[in-house]
Structures are given as structure tokens and as C-alpha cells.
């Protein structure tokens, strides 16, 4: 059974060349703790994350009964739940594999992929097979591997790749390009440094250095680069608690598979936003009324994007006594004129009805504004 716990310093960077205010460098402290088959991964964020929000900390869990996500606005606010799922299919699409590949796998990887991905591929063709003598006093022999994949709906096409026997064949550095289409071709590369074998035979990643690069010719299209540092890890350490909600201060209510209910049920009112400018935010307060016999809380809400913009919730968590109501913001940040109609997901420590559905519509429409401007 795995039990073990790592803190690592991530970097991801995106440079557009054609336009340099898309670019963006994200730093983040990630923590992940693995016991079982169950994982969870507690991210820390120095500004904004890669979701554009306003979130700071976020938790991504994986169990083999449910999966959650959380977040919060900064280290000293609640954390607010804005997922969670039972069916085993979404659970599996929830697992987070690239933090898992990393530091679980010895390293076996090309840019978070697998390296059994293009070998198991059906036209995977060995070009050239080296030994490499040590390259420095106390270290090992390596193997130098050259292949071309001769199939065009694959992603590499031809790739270099250097492991370490002695570390369970760990890749220590590689190179992937992929067949270029109408002139342009992606270049994959990067470099691991690990710990000697574990306990456990596996050696531990300490350091991470990937990159992929999009060219035309000889010019650059964008580049985006992931590097991790190793900063601790620890055996034995992952207790069961990690993976509750009431481990992050909510109830575990929503843990339970949900179930049939009979009696009278909480509905929320509809969300309608009218004429939103483009570019612009609206917000509406929504008031929830509580019909049960039992205080109400609601955790938090899975907020949707359309093509017409994207919604968020501004007031949660929010505790409502029985029998009264509470009420919070919807914010909804327009961005294309057109129709919208979608809905929101509010989760709630309800037994019996820990998932309200309150259906979100509106329009976006041009605005004046920048349309003066221009």
C-alpha cells in the first residue's frame, strides 16, 4: 500500500510570441499526500492561479467512492467546496496524474506522459541503442535510446530519450518533436535529477525541468515550461483524515452517495442577468429559503463557463436556520455577446439533499462603451 507525502515548488510560465500580454508565470507550493488509492493535492498559489480566478489555495481529492474540489480566496478565508462526484467514470477523470507521474513513477515520463506511451504505440521503431560510460566519479552507466513512431495521428514522431538503469530506469533527460503540419512542429524536452533507490525501490524526483516549443520555420510560436523542486517527503505520514471534507473545516455530509428523497424539497429560485455588457461583470443576489426542519449550510457552488462568459458566487459559505432564508451574489463576467442559459450547482450539508440545482440565463450584449472607442 503507498503511504507517502511530498512538498514540492512548481513554476509554470507560457510566453505567446505574437503576443506578449497573454504570457504568464505562475509559482505555487503543491503538496501531495498519496495513501492507497486515494490522493490529494493542496496547491498554494504566490498571485492569481492558472484559472484566472481569485483563488489562492485549492484542493484536488481523489478516493475510489468520490472525488472534490476546493478552494479559497486567501490562507486565512474558508475553503469552499466546487465539486464533488460518486460515478466511478468521473472519479477517474478527476485523478490528478500529472503530480501522481511525477514523484510516484520513478520518473518514467515525457512531459507528464508515460514513456510505455510511444513504445506500446504499433509502429514504435527502435533507430539506435547506446550504453553511456559514467560520466563522474561514484555514478552509473546510462542507455541513450533513439526512435522514430511512424504513424501521423501520433503526438511525437521522432525522440531521444537518456535513463538511468540503476534508478529503476528513470529518464533522466529526453527530446520529442512531433511531424510538422503546414510548417509548424512542437518540440518537447526536459531533464530529472532524483534521490538514490528508496525504501521501496523507487527513487524520488528532486528536481523537474520540462519544456515544450512550438515552432513555424525558425520562429517561435509560444513556449511553456513546468519545473518542480523537491522540498520534503516523508513515509508512513498520510492519515485517512486528509481525505474528508472536515479535514478543510466542511461537513462530510456530502461524502455519502446521494439518494432518493421523498417530502418536500429546498428549491433555488432562477438566476436571470439581462443585457450584460461585454467586458463587463453583473452581479444579483439570490436568496435561498429554507423549508427543512434543520439549519441549512451552504458549502459552496460549481460555477459554470459558457462562451458568453463565466460565473462565480460571492458569499459562501452561508449558514441559514431552519425555517429562514439567506441569501448570496451571483456574479456572472460577460465576455461575448449572445445567449446564455446554464446552471449553477449549490452544495449543501442537507442529508438527503446535498446538491441544489439553480438554473443561470441571461443575455450579453455589445458594449456601447468600446464600441465609441473604436
Known sequence: MQNVQCRVECRKQYHFYKDDSLSKDYRFSSHLLVKGDS???????ATETLFGGTERDLVSCTT???AFYLSRTDSDKPFLLNMIVHAPNQIKDRRPTDELDMFLTGGNLIFLDPFRLPVEASRFRIVRMNRVP???????ELVSLDFILNDDAALFKEGHVLFSPDLNWAVLKYEYRSAPKDGTFTIYSGRNT???LLKNGVPMLIQGEHKVVQKNGDQKQFDFSFSVRLTDFSFGTVDDAAFRLSHYGLSDIPLAKPTSTTGKQI???RCELKDIPANETARQRVTIQNTSRLPLQLLGAAVPCTPSGCASAEGLPLRIPAGQQGSFTILFKATTPGKFDTEIELYTDQPGQTKIKMPLYGTVKENA????KK
Do not use: G, L, R
Not at 134 to 140: I, L
Not at 369 to 372: D, E, P, T, W, Y
Open 194 to 196: 532524483f534521490t538514490p
Open 369 to 372: 462603451k468600446v464600441q465609441q
Open 39 to 45: 490522493t490529494v493535492i493542496i496547491e498554494k498559489y
Open 267 to 269: 428549491i433555488a429560485p
Open 64 to 66: 475510489p467512492d468520490y
Open 134 to 140: 559514467p560520466q563522474a566519479e561514484n555514478s552509473s
